[in-house]
């Protein structure tokens, strides 16, 4: 038996690396399981081939010989909300992919029906314009703040139930300080770190204006304090 989870971000190398050891098992009666999802390939940027992924399924789906497939109707895990929003979403991608037949009939059939029935849920695609990054940055951060408020003070939630997820390190690096001014808790391994602590900062700013009283960035960092 070879199983292969996350087949969808197999490179051709790994791919054809493995052959011989499906044609083995195979050839002795075995199994092979290939399991992925090709609307979450994200590595093609180290050989990912999303298009390998979509040519076994099209073979499964004409019931080639040899081959099996099997498509999960039903989401487990995430809420009504969100399994709807994906359908939908990925509806609409096939509607738009043109000529491009193979993964128009990829994404029209990835629907999927939700396990859990509890109304609760949330999908919210919030656009901003800017001509500059920082800019862009500025307002997302002001408008995630202002939307983290409403839910602990509005609608009753706690700090401790929101997740906040970047694409970047970086990114919730530069948010953190903004939200320890605004008052809202931050539990990261970034927040640990004794320069995320304004506390701490206060104490080096005036370490440095003992050996400089002239220092402009540590007087800012007092008045800022």
């Known amino acids: 038996q070879l199983f292969i989870d ?5 490179s051709l190398e790994q791919w054809n690396n493995l052959q011989p050891f499906v044609e083995e098992i195979t050839s002795s009666g075995g199994q092979v399981l290939l399991v992925g999802d090709a609307k979450q390939a994200i590595y093609r940027w180290r050989g990912g081939d999303i298009g390998q992924f979509v040519d076994l399924y099209q073979r499964g789906k004409k019931q080639e010989p040899g081959f099996a497939l099997k498509e999960l109707q039903t989401n487990y895990r995430s809420l009504p909300a969100v399994v709807d929003f994906n359908r939908d979403f990925f509806t609409y991608c096939a509607e738009k992919l043109g000529a491009n037949q193979r993964y128009k009939d990829l994404y029209a059939a990835s629907g999927q029906d939700a396990h859990h029935k509890a109304p609760e849920g949330r999908v919210e695609i919030r656009r901003f314009e800017a001509e500059k990054a920082a800019e862009y940055n500025e307002q997302q951060d002001e408008d995630l703040i202002a939307l983290i408020k409403e839910l602990i003070e509005k609608k009753g939630y706690k700090a401790g ?7 970047s390190k970086k990114e919730a690096i530069r948010l953190i300080p903004k939200l ?3 008052n809202i808790p931050v539990a990261s391994a970034q927040g640990e770190e004794l320069g995320s602590s304004h506390e701490v900062g206060l104490l ?6 003992t050996v400089d009283p002239l220092n402009t960035q540590a007087q800012y960092g007092l008045v800022r304090y």
Do not use: M
């Open 6 to 10: 996350e087949f969808q971000d197999t």
């Open 161 to 167: 139930e929101i997740a906040l997820l970047y694409r």
């Open 180 to 182: 320890l001014s605004a």
């Open 204 to 209: 080096v700013d005036l370490l440095r204006l």
